[in-house]
């Protein structure tokens, strides 16, 4: 009997104390949600960006060094150690601009608004409702006439880089001035028209175009430095196509094509950046409409 109960002792001892379940921490489940944030985010981040190509190619070649490893390939596993280091750098060097993107938009994502909402009261904004009304006005107006025009909207981030390549403006905002500004055959037609606030602050003003290369084929000159503007600032851009008077507009490196008036003017009021004056409370979810 003594001999049965030492060997179920041993038998416990040596398979099933090892499945005893470890302590866990609070901190320990906030480390785990911190992780899988982060690598969902890099993981959308490489599908959104040409690392996705990149991360493919890789697996690839990390099939091949484990069927090297597998059948004692000793040449291969070599070359694979001594090139390791150098291919990280490179994709660093490569992938430079796509990793400055991720940071940029990283910086400008407010992490703790989207997590808590204040209770508050609106006591100003970026630009007034008449503002957004005169450029849907002149934009479309624009448009049924097949006059190309390029409108960047400023938000936080500063276009004074922009605004010096143009002729400064500094001029309150209408409908007739934007399709003045941008008459074929005048002096200020060529290029962006920047505006911040209620004022039309410089004309004339070069964009760095867009490197996207999943932009359509059809588009030309104008879109591409609408979209290059939103890929490098946080600002919104009109585009008036010359060929076709459609109007489109570019945030945050996409271009949503072929907008009405209202959704025009539903896309300037996300960014009128209305500004609050927030009290205590402190709320974890916005209350519905009406309670």
């Not at 403006?169 to 606030?197: C, K, M, Y």
């Not at 600032?233 to 072929?258: C, F, H, Q, W």
Request: proline share 1%; charged share 25%; with cysteine.
């Amino acid at each position: 009997m003594s001999e049965i109960i030492e060997s179920i002792t041993s038998f416990i001892e040596r398979y099933v104390t090892w499945l005893s379940i470890p302590s866990i921490k609070w901190t320990d489940i906030v480390e785990v949600l911190i992780i899988s944030v982060l690598l969902y985010r890099v993981l959308a981040w490489i599908k959104e960006s040409k690392a996705w190509s990149l991360l493919k190619g890789i697996v690839i070649i990390l099939v091949f060094v484990i069927v090297a490893a597998m059948f004692s390939m000793t040449t291969i596993l070599w070359i694979a150690k001594n090139i390791f280091g150098v291919a990280v750098t490179a994709m660093v060097v490569v992938f430079q601009p796509e990793l400055r993107k991720a940071l940029e938009q990283l910086g400008r994502r407010k992490v703790l608004s989207s997590l808590f909402t204040f209770d508050n009261r609106i006591i100003g904004e970026r630009f007034s409702d008449e503002t957004i009304n005169e450029i849907a006005r002149g934009s479309f107006e624009m448009g049924r006439a097949k006059t190309g025009a390029l409108i960047v909207i400023a938000q936080n981030d500063s276009l004074a880089d922009y605004e010096k390549t143009g002729i400064i403006l500094d001029s309150a905002i209408s409908s007739q001035l934007l399709i003045n500004i941008f008459e074929h055959n005048t002096p200020l037609h060529d290029g962006a028209v920047i505006v911040r606030g209620n004022r039309i602050v410089s004309a004339t003003c070069y964009l760095p175009l867009s490197e996207n290369y999943d932009l359509s084929k059809e588009l030309g000159t104008r879109h591409r430095a609408g979209v290059g503007i939103s890929e490098v600032t946080d600002s919104m851009t009109i585009i008036v196509s010359e060929e076709t008077g459609r109007v489109s507009v570019a945030y945050e490196g996409n271009l949503t094509r072929n907008v009405d008036v209202e959704q025009l003017k539903d896309m300037l009021r996300m960014i009128q950046g209305k500004t609050y004056e927030e009290k205590k409370s402190l709320r974890l979810f916005k209350r519905k409409a009406g309670t």
